[in-house]
């Protein structure tokens, strides 16, 4: 009877510190945790949103806005400082021949400015302003591929306040030639001449819509060799 005791309690015992382990690993392995504060999806996506609103706060400086007026009308695009020195890329039709313009970086208004060089067959426009130490982003080195994220970043004239703004959207690469890059991004905005950048902030290019209101995009090596940079 005594041997069947001390049987009993040695398993009893054994039990009682199996439970303890299996407890104890089962608190130490995350995966097992009653508590999930967030899944591993939803801080991947978090962070991801995260870097994309600091890349657009980090370029936001290199775009300019672009009011030009003429005897029959107006009409407002974008660009993109090239260098610090105030050389910006624009499209052509931002600059049409004979007009005005008002040209706004970093919130300052009517900056002087000389038309560099215009192109109606590339559609491209260079021009000088009267100002230094201009911010400027990096370019694209090699091809983008399509799937790439891609974002644009427009300053766009508001007629009701006569006052420039910001706007911007993303999407991805949908297809990559040496004349053009398409992407699956919407707009029905004026966007025209706005500076594309990728994930990581750098110049892939110069946009313009298409008849379906999406966005292409003149690419950086076409941007360089029409600027000479």
Do not use: C
């Amino acid at each position: 009877m005594k041997e069947k005791i001390i049987k009993y309690t040695i398993l009893l015992l054994v039990g009682i510190l199996g439970g303890l382990i299996s407890g104890w690993v089962v608190f130490k392995d995350p995966s097992f945790s009653a508590i999930q504060v967030i899944n591993k999806q939803d801080k991947i996506y978090i962070e991801e949103n995260k870097a994309l609103v600091d890349k657009i706060k980090g370029v936001k400086d290199s775009v300019v806005g672009i009011h030009s007026y003429y005897l029959d009308g107006s009409v407002n695009g974008s660009g993109f400082v090239l260098t610090n020195d105030g050389l910006v890329i624009t499209l052509a039709e931002n600059i049409p021949g004979g007009s005005k313009s008002n040209i706004s970086v970093k919130g300052e208004d009517n900056l002087s400015y000389q038309v560099i060089k215009r192109d109606l067959t590339t559609n491209l426009a260079l021009i000088k302003l009267d100002k230094n130490n201009l911010s400027t982003r990096g370019f694209l080195d090699s091809v983008i591929l399509e799937g790439e994220r891609i974002f644009i970043v427009s300053e766009s004239f508001n007629y009701s306040t006569a006052k420039f703004f910001y706007s911007v959207n993303e999407g991805i690469v949908k297809s990559v030639s040496e004349e053009k890059i398409r992407t699956n991004i919407l707009e029905t905005g004026r966007v025209e001449g706005s500076p594309v950048f990728d994930i990581q902030g750098r110049l892939v290019g110069i946009a313009y819509k298409n008849e379906n209101n999406l966005v292409d995009v003149i690419p950086i090596s076409k941007v360089k060799e029409f600027s000479g940079i």
